[in-house]
């Protein structure tokens, strides 16, 4: 039996220095540390919204 899981790749492109503190946990939370990291992620309904609210510093591959 395969379970066929839909993934997302976040990249990092802008730096969370500077932004409110809630955004910067929200990049962490997704895994992403240093400019240019990049992670595979489930694609859930968690994950898309913490996504949209980071969307301007992550860009999705």
């Known amino acids: ?3 066929d899981k839909k ?3 976040v990249k990092l492109v802008k ?3 500077g932004t409110r503190v809630d955004h ?3 990049v962490r939370g997704l895994g992403l ?3 240019n990291s ?3 992620l489930e694609d859930t309904p968690a ?3 913490m996504i ?3 969307s301007y510093l992550v860009q999705v591959l």
């Open 15 to 17: 730096s969370p220095i």
């Open 52 to 54: 949209n609210k980071i």
């Open 38 to 40: 990049t992670r595979v």
């Open 47 to 49: 994950v898309r919204g």
């Open 7 to 9: 993934t997302l790749t």
């Open 24 to 26: 910067r946990a929200t």
């Open 33 to 35: 540390r240093g400019v």
């Open 1 to 3: 039996m395969t379970t």
